[in-house]
């Protein structure tokens, strides 16, 4: 009866096992990855300094955009208008 009680426990430890091998695997990958997230109240370090802005690639960027948006979009809102005066009665 001892034999068959202690095969028992045994077995049923066996077979809990993997879930809590799983389950602390599982916990401990989330933790690991937690790590690399700051909190939210999280101070920011004195020693870190800000990144200066980089104006000059800014501006260029936004004059660049500016050079393609603007008379696109003046020629895709402006067609009827520019149609209208092209054609000024004359269909």
Same mark, same amino acid.
């Given at each position: 009866? /001892? &034999? +068959?009680?202690?095969?028992?426990?045994?077995? !049923?430890?066996?077979?809990?096992?993997?879930?809590? =091998?799983?389950?602390?695997?599982?916990?401990?990958?989330?933790? /690991? &990855? +937690?790590?690399?997230?700051?909190?939210?109240? !999280?101070?920011?370090?004195?020693?870190?300094?800000? =990144?200066?802005?980089?104006?000059?690639?800014?501006?260029?960027?936004? &004059?660049?955009?500016?050079?393609?948006?603007?008379?696109?979009?003046?020629?895709?809102?402006?067609?009827?208008?520019?149609?209208?005066?092209?054609?000024?009665?004359?269909?």
């Amino acid at each position: 009866m /001892f &034999a +068959r009680v202690a095969a028992r426990q045994s077995a !049923q430890t066996l077979l809990r096992r993997p879930q809590q =091998a799983n389950l602390s695997f599982m916990s401990s990958l989330r933790s /690991f &990855a +937690r790590s690399f997230e700051p909190h939210p109240f !999280q101070r920011v370090p004195v020693t870190a300094k800000p =990144a200066p802005a980089d104006l000059g690639r800014l501006i260029k960027k936004t &004059a660049g955009n500016a050079v393609v948006f603007f008379p696109l979009a003046g020629g895709l809102l402006g067609w009827p208008y520019i149609a209208k005066t092209l054609v000024d009665g004359s269909v």
